[in-house]
């Protein structure tokens, strides 16, 4: 079945104290993105990548790092978290084409963050 | 400068019969796609329908179609015939391609109920 895993689903922590989520999709997709969703604002980006080892900035990307060194994960990394990061986050991924295109982001069922 | 604008906080529409949601979008680019997502509560994002900019006919998906009306910057989603399992929050999106790199930016959406 073709899907974007994410790990944990819930997670309660404390200031300060690194974490990892990870997203994993078995889709061979080239596309894949972190957004946080917050009550009022929607969806926001944080991180997205366009391939193995490419990554760049979205909208919010600020307390966060990411990694690419395989095509089908993309964890995201809170070094210090605070409690402005609770949140909900997903993952996404897609079939990529710069330009003219059509292909929708496949999400993750979220990740529910409270850091305390 | 917000670029997609969904100016419905929350809708409300009798069951079987048709409703609209707005959507808005500010871009410079002649090459971009918008798309439609609906979050039940249940916290997962499912696509619901695709419109790229070069398209000269509206989408249509089942009972979802896309009013698209490129000079007035609007990709309306419509929804016919709702039923119960249609309340839900929907999300208005627009993927840009930049610079090769490509971003998806989300309204805060609108929150969609369905009244037996």
């Known amino acids: 079945e073709a899907q974007v895993t994410q790990n944990p689903r819930y997670l309660i922590t404390v200031t300060g104290k690194k974490l990892t989520v990870t997203c994993s999709q078995n889709?061979?997709?080239?596309?894949m993105s972190w957004y946080r969703q917050d009550p009022g604002l929607g969806l926001r980006q944080i991180y997205y990548?366009?391939?193995?080892?490419?990554?760049d900035k979205g909208d919010v990307p600020e307390g966060y790092k990411v990694s690419r060194k395989e095509k089908r994960n993309f964890p995201l990394i809170l070094e210090s978290p605070s409690p402005n990061q609770t949140s909900l986050y997903f993952c996404?991924?897609?079939?990529?084409?710069?330009?003219?295109?059509?292909?929708?982001?496949?999400f993750g069922p979220g990740t529910r963050l409270t850091v305390t | 400068a917000q670029k997609i604008t969904q100016t419905q906080p929350g809708m409300f529409v009798q069951e079987k019969e048709a409703v609209t949601l707005d959507c808005t979008y500010d871009t410079s680019d002649q090459s971009y796609g918008l798309f439609w997502y609906k979050q039940p509560s249940s916290g997962e994002m499912i696509f619901l329908i695709y419109q790229g900019s070069y398209d000269e006919q509206n989408a249509t998906e089942g009972r979802y179609s896309l009013n698209f009306q490129k000079a007035r910057k609007s990709a309306n989603l419509v929804i016919s015939a709702s039923q119960l399992g249609d309340s839900a929050m929907y999300f208005c999106?627009?993927?840009?391609?930049?610079?090769?790199?490509?971003?998806?930016?989300f309204g805060k959406g609108t929150k969609l109920t369905v009244n037996p």
């Open positions: 996404a991924s897609s079939l990529s084409q710069t330009g003219v295109g059509g292909y929708e982001q496949y």
């Open positions: 889709m061979n997709h080239e596309y």
């Open positions: 990548s366009m391939n193995v080892e490419v990554t």
């Open positions: 999106a627009m993927r840009e391609a930049q610079g090769g790199s490509e971003k998806l930016v």
